[in-house]
């Protein structure tokens, strides 16, 4: 019996400390994943221009749900170098794809309806959708 006990405490052991490794390894991907995101937002200017044009801006789609497709969308200013943030937009929707299959993520397997457009409000730049009443 004392056998048993200590076999099994040595594999909880195991399980319990490479889980912990795994648990810093999966925080640090999502921390990376974090800061792209970041960055991503501060090449859209959405915080930091007014938005007092609607026509002055454009949206696109961000990130990858575990069941496919993005994980909504993201406004950006038309005067920003449109190749380099697409470009970080890809590279961050690739980060988590395969950060999602690395980990086993799962996520809802519902579809993230584009928006009909960008609008001002308050002097920032917000998605508009269209409802139900509105088609």
Same mark, same amino acid.
């Given at each position: 019996?004392?056998?048993?006990?200590?076999?099994?405490?040595?594999?909880?052991?195991?399980?319990? /400390?490479? /889980?912990?490794?795994? /648990? !810093?390894?999966?925080?640090?991907? *999502?921390?990376?994943?974090?800061?792209? *995101?970041?960055?991503?937002?501060?090449?859209?200017?959405?915080?930091?221009?007014?938005? @007092?044009?609607?026509?002055?801006? +454009?949206? @696109?789609?961000?990130? /990858?749900?575990?069941?496919?497709?993005?994980?909504? *969308?993201?406004? *950006?200013?038309?005067?920003? =170098?449109? @190749?380099?943030?697409?470009?970080?937009?890809?590279?961050? @929707? =690739?980060?988590?794809? !395969?950060?999602?299959?690395?980990?086993?993520?799962?996520?809802?397997? +519902?579809?993230? !309806?584009?928006?009909?457009?960008?609008?001002?409000? =308050?002097?920032?730049?917000?998605?508009?959708?269209?409802?139900?009443?509105?088609?």
């Amino acid at each position: 019996m004392k056998k048993l006990t200590f076999i099994i405490c040595t594999i909880c052991l195991v399980f319990f /400390s490479c /889980s912990n490794d795994d /648990s !810093a390894d999966r925080e640090r991907d *999502y921390q990376n994943l974090g800061k792209m *995101y970041r960055e991503i937002l501060s090449l859209s200017k959405i915080n930091s221009e007014l938005c @007092t044009d609607p026509d002055q801006w +454009d949206f @696109t789609a961000i990130g /990858s749900k575990a069941c496919g497709g993005p994980t909504g *969308y993201i406004a *950006y200013s038309k005067k920003i =170098d449109k @190749t380099e943030f697409l470009a970080k937009v890809k590279a961050y @929707t =690739d980060a988590e794809a !395969a950060f999602n299959k690395k980990w086993s993520v799962v996520s809802t397997c +519902d579809v993230v !309806a584009p928006p009909a457009g960008v609008e001002c409000v =308050d002097g920032k730049p917000k998605l508009s959708y269209i409802t139900g009443s509105e088609k």
